[in-house]
């Protein structure tokens, strides 16, 4: 059971638009920076958002991220054949001694 | 160019040990944490812990004591994931990352496959 909640999976078509949620409580998302990470099979994941909004260079603006109270939501415009992979958010939880937590992953499916 | 580079997969018996490399390169080793993580098949990425790269100081997830060991070898700026008395359960691709700040993990190695099978 992970600490924070994520859909299992989403899909749309390309050329679309889709949004995965991440809840989570005021010790950990509520109170500290999320990032969202997408892991393709077989490779490393990826940091896609980090300090709830921000990009790494090299990733293009059609993924985007926000933060409300004690949810985080990654964006992704223009859907393409290639973004079908899992994403996972991220973040410290203060209510722990050692407080990484992710959520349970979300499948996109690029329909 | 940062890089970080693991060792290859493994597969050992119930009972056994098992060490997982991380070779870092292309950046000043002293700057960032080094972050443990794993996949169990079918699971999510699971945070395992951190170390600390000046004071070798491990830090451990609930669920990663006792049996997992963090250290790490500055002269060859290389960390490593010790996994004593290994059980089934711990089969699972083992990642190492730097963290750039607390859980944006930026870098990652290519991950280690363990496999726990008799």
């Known amino acids: 059971q992970s600490v924070l909640t994520q859909p299992p999976s989403v899909s749309a078509a390309p050329g679309q638009t889709v949004t995965i949620s991440c809840s989570g409580s005021t010790s950990n998302i509520g109170n500290n920076y999320v990032s969202w990470y997408q892991h393709l099979p077989g490779t490393a994941p990826k940091l896609l958002i980090y300090e709830n909004n921000k990009r790494p260079a090299g990733i293009p603006d059609r993924f985007s991220g926000s933060k409300s109270g004690t949810s985080a939501t990654l964006g992704i415009t223009g859907l393409q054949t290639g973004d079908e992979a899992d994403y996972y958010c991220g973040t410290w939880d203060s209510s722990l001694s050692a407080g990484g937590v992710f959520g349970g992953g979300t499948k996109l499916t690029v329909l | 160019q940062v890089q970080l580079v693991q060792s290859g997969s493994e597969l050992k018996t119930p009972g056994a040990s098992v060490t997982v490399s991380c070779k870092t390169s292309g950046y000043n080793f002293n700057i960032y944490s080094i972050n443990w993580l794993r996949q169990a098949p079918g699971q999510g990425l699971e945070w395992m812990g951190w170390?600390?790269?000046?004071?070798?100081?491990?830090t451990y997830a609930q669920g990663f004591t006792g049996r997992f060991v963090f250290s790490l070898d500055t002269s060859v700026t290389t960390l490593y994931l010790q996994i004593s008395g290994l059980k089934a359960e711990d089969t699972a691709v083992y990642y190492c990352?730097?963290?750039?700040?607390?859980?944006?993990?930026?870098?990652w190695g290519q991950g280690t496959l363990v496999t726990v099978s008799s």
């Open positions: 170390i600390n790269p000046n004071t070798g100081i491990p």
């Open positions: 990352a730097r963290d750039q700040r607390v859980i944006q993990f930026d870098y």
